[in-house]
């Protein structure tokens, strides 16, 4: 039905209702058991033991629990429990993050009021809002939270802010009379009242014309309950790591088993080299390690005043292609502010940001402001004829009242003037309020010689339109065509800048009764000047635009605001280009998805959009192969920020269904914590592919070591005990430290990877296969030749093998660190790496001299002279590629 369309009868009608003595009781029940209670349902909740068994199904997950069996079998039970542990530890936090994602439609569910006022039966009744049905008839005042969608059928200087469903700054100003148009946005709809919204001014009488999730908030909770969370680009890779580890395992252990029984080996000794091999295989500490890797971003990020709901969105926002953002309270202020004074030909700009009274007038042609009579009559009278107030807490101000005066408060405040020190000289006699026909408000004042004046304040066509006189150059002059013109051009100069003008007017009164009507005072008026406000941008957003660009990042703005405001801020902070498209909501409507796919690349600003536009614009950018960041801070922008790549809600002014439908969070609702989060998000990946190529090269090395050693019919040059020591712990605790390696200089000046690339692309298979051959075969090396030397003492030449094979990994893992090589970077930049890596090395001299620990790891103690063919061999796999790298690099700049 479209409501908005339709006269109050025939609303009356069409819904059955009576709006002089409203429904009866029995005909609210008869309703309310047919259409069901006034409330938002939620989808049936999955049971809690089947959401605790899908924290399972993960691949890396059933790669540790073959690991744990592994482990088992070779009776390490202590390795065992403690993998055990890490499994049911990730199982649960898993599960908690998701049970607490169903939150937001709890928090959607506490917008509704608690209580409403209806007419029953020629009574006013406050009832539940569970309760009110369709064809009921609600009153509504100043500060009611509205129960339920409704037609105004009365409206006495009404007005509603809906910031949370349209993304407008400023309350919408409502009437009664009927809207044309079908396609209008909510936003446009000047005669309805949507659940959720919060009356700011006046009162007013709707007949309910839609309940529970028939309501414009149902259709957002529906949204919600349907859109579906995206597996993130880590998980992917994750789980096809997990799936050629599993391969992989399975294979060696077939393949050595088999080599080994075509030897003549004895079948239960092949069966345990291919188990030591599946150990040396599976990196057994990867899925922890990651876990720490992006706790440990956590931590940091929330030092940048950002907080992380799931874990796996830090790494997410890495390759994050495009940024969605919500304008009102994201890119701008959220504080209407008054940027240009206008007052007897002359201009002044406002410097000074939100509702802070510190700035100073610039005059354009270098006029005094504080010697301009006619200017400071237009701030003390914007300032009298006016509600609002401005409240210092915690060294900050904050405003009371409606945002448009607050901006005329904080002006007048910038030259000096104080709402308690004007209020001493005038008293206010009479108001006559602001309401949507006038599209003006009065207030009639007394001075301290007991002269009466009416001030008058609104639209400049409307103060221009009932004005006789204009104050030009501190003069009254009749408001002839002239002046009128020029008016509408500075409205018209002022206007293509976005701003939202307002009109001061006054005149002196030789006699007044309080019977005097609007009509009878608001005539004749003297127009003395308009001052433009706008909700301004945020002061770092521009620089933080401008270096995600240079990051390869996109910025859209999303918003609901009208397509000159949306327009002007994009130019302004960079976001749209020259030639760059623009796209309101009715364009939208008219478009299908697939039309939409077509150009939604082209487009940089979208206008008046509503929830579902927002939704389906995310959809579209995913279809093409992004990764979509949605920030946002109201309730419309939750279904869009739950369907996302990375949902990020504004933590000051986020409504609780934003937050609780997000990844991230921003403590600061600071557009710039972004760009610092994708750079935090950026170096994790970074790191994570730096440690995965450390433990697969080292790994690949364990295993080539006893695949090599078994084809030339060698001896084990490790036993299955001490690769599972290896995994652990020299594998362990450096890879941890590479998870903490700070971002290289260039990290947000490369362009976003692919979502599809694998995290083996960019040449890391190849790092990792050759390093890990050369550390295998150094590791053979020692082994083969302490092995000739000692033929009678096999465990010393596995414990040479063994500590070749620490010490090669160890000093590899300083080349992790960068793409290039080793010498790119200072090691004693990571200390937390350097202090591992010594950890490391204390731990394997412990196996290796310290007599209980020998019998365990079968080790024997090493002659000194053994450490430099050891520590000659271990540096190889490292220089030798080093040298290779500097060749390759030589020969290409000479090409």
């Known amino acids: 039905m479209k409501w908005h369309e339709m006269r109050t009868e025939e609303v009356v009608e069409k819904i059955n209702s009576n709006v002089k003595n409203g429904l009866s009781e029995s005909e609210a029940k008869n309703r309310l058991l047919q259409f069901g209670a006034n409330e938002l349902q939620e989808a049936e909740r999955p049971n809690a033991f089947l959401v605790f068994l899908e924290q399972f199904k993960d691949f890396m997950v059933v790669v540790l629990l073959a690991a744990t069996l592994i482990s088992g079998l070779l009776g390490e039970y202590i390795d065992a429990v403690a993998i ?258 206008w007052s007897g030909g002359h201009t002044w700009t406002v410097t000074g940001n939100g509702y802070d009274p510190a700035g100073e007038f610039i005059a354009n042609d270098a006029k005094d402001p504080a010697q301009n009579k006619s200017l400071q009559q237009l701030l003390t009278f914007g300032l009298i004829c006016n509600h609002a107030n401005i409240i210092k807490k915690n060294n900050q101000f904050v405003l009371d009242g409606d945002p448009t005066e607050g901006a005329l408060l904080v002006a007048a405040m910038k030259a000096g003037y104080t709402k308690e020190g004007l209020l001493q000289e005038f008293a206010i006699v009479k108001e006559y309020p602001f309401d949507s026909e006038r599209k003006m408000m009065s207030m009639v004042v007394e001075d301290k010689q007991g002269k009466l004046f009416l001030i008058t304040k609104g639209a400049p066509d409307v103060i221009s339109g009932v004005s006789e006189f204009i104050l030009w150059e501190g003069k009254k002059q009749l408001y002839t065509t002239k002046y009128e013109s020029i008016v509408k051009d500075t409205v018209h100069v002022l206007a293509s800048q976005a701003l939202r003008n307002i009109a001061v007017a006054f005149k002196p009164l030789n006699h007044f009764h309080h019977t005097m009507t609007e009509k009878d005072v608001e005539k004749e008026l003297i127009l003395i000047g308009i001052q ?98 949605m920030t946002g801070d109201g309730v419309n922008d939750a279904p869009a920020i739950k369907a996302s790549d990375i949902g990020i809600a504004m933590g000051i002014t986020g409504t609780d269904v934003a937050k609780e439908a997000s990844s991230l969070v921003l403590l600061d609702d600071n557009f710039a914590t972004i760009k610092s989060a994708i750079k935090e998000g950026r170096n994790i990946y970074e790191n994570i592919r730096k440690f995965i190529r450390y433990l697969l090269a080292s790994n690949v090395g364990e295993i080539l070591v006893m695949l090599f050693a078994m084809l030339l019919a060698l001896p084990l040059p490790l036993v299955p005990i001490q690769i599972l020591w290896v995994n652990l712990v020299t594998d362990g605790l450096p890879a941890m430290a590479l998870g903490l390696d700070q971002a290289e200089s260039n990290v947000m000046k490369r362009q976003p990877r692919h979502p599809k690339e694998g995290v083996f692309a960019r040449g890391l298979w190849w790092k990792i296969i050759s390093r890990g051959f050369l550390i295998g075969l150094v590791t053979l090396i020692a082994f083969i030749i302490v092995y000739r030397q000692h033929p009678d003492e096999l465990i010393y030449a596995q414990t040479v093998a063994f500590a070749t094979l620490v010490m090669a990994q160890l000093i590899h893992v300083f080349d992790c660190r960068s793409e290039r090589s080793i010498f790119h970077r200072n ?22 001299y310290y007599p209980p620990l020998q019998a365990i790891f079968h080790t024997v103690s090493l002659a000194p002279e053994e450490w430099l063919l050891i520590m000659g061999l271990a540096s190889l796999p490292t220089f030798l590629l080093v040298g290779t790298l500097f060749t390759g690099k030589k020969k290409k700049n000479m090409v």
């Not at 009574?123 to 509504?140: C, L, Q």
């Not at 002061?539 to 390869?552: D, F, L």
């Not at 796919?597 to 950018?621: G, T």
């Not at 990571?830 to 412990?846: D, E, F, H, K, P």
Request: hydrophobic letters at 45%; glycine letters at 8%.
């Open 84 to 341: 055990i542990a890490i499994v049911i530890i990730n199982g649960v936090l898993g599960f908690f993050q998701e049970r607490k994602a169903e939150r937001s439609l709890q928090a959607l569910k506490e917008l509704s009021a608690p209580q409403v006022t209806v007419l029953r039966e020629r009574e006013w009744r406050k009832v539940a809002s569970r309760e009110i049905v369709a064809g009921d008839v609600v009153k509504f005042s100043s500060g009611d939270r509205i129960g339920a969608d409704m037609r105004i059928v009365q409206a006495s200087s009404l007005e509603i802010e809906e910031s949370a469903l349209t993304g407008e700054s400023v309350p919408a100003v409502k009437r009664d009379t009927p809207v044309q148009g079908s396609d209008i946005s909510i936003g446009d709809q000047e005669n309805m009242a949507f659940m959720g919204t919060l009356v700011t001014r006046g009162s007013g009488v709707g007949i309910v014309v839609a309940t529970g999730m028939n309501t414009a908030m149902g259709q957002i909770a529906d949204l919600l309950q349907s859109a579906e969370t995206t597996i993130t680009p880590l998980q992917r890779k994750l789980e096809q790591l997990g799936k050629i580890l599993i391969f992989v395992a399975l294979f060696l252990t077939m393949l050595v088993v088999i080599l080994g029984v075509i030897q003549g080996h004895n079948m239960y000794d092949m069966f345990l080299a291919g188990v030591s091999l599946a150990v040396a295989a599976i990196p057994e500490g990867l899925p922890a390690i990651v876990t720490v890797a992006l706790s440990l971003g956590v931590q940091r990020m929330i030092k940048q005043k950002s907080i992380v709901r799931k874990l796996p969105a830090v790494e997410t926002l890495g390759c994050a292609s495009v940024i969605c953002s919500d304008k009102t309270g994201t890119l701008t202020q959220n504080k209407m502010t008054v940027t240009h004074a």
């Open 532 to 629: 433009g406000m706008i909700d301004p941008p945020r002061p770092e957003v521009k620089q933080a635009v401008k270096e995600c660009k240079e990051a390869g990042i996109k910025t859209v703005m999303i918003t609901g605001d009208h397509i000159v405001t949306a327009k002007a801020i994009a130019t302004d902070i960079g976001i749209l280009p020259m030639g760059g498209k623009v796209l309101e909501g009715k364009e939208l409507q008219k478009m299908s998805q697939e039309e939409l796919e077509e150009m939604v690349d082209d487009v940089y600003v979208f206008a008046r959009v509503s929830p579902q536009h927002k939704l389906s614009i995310v959809k579209a950018l995913q279809k093409k192969g992004h990764i979509v960041a």
């Open 827 to 848: 090691p004693f930049q990571n200390l937390y790496l350097v202090g591992a890596v010594i950890s490391s090395i204390i731990l394997m001299l412990i196996v290796i």
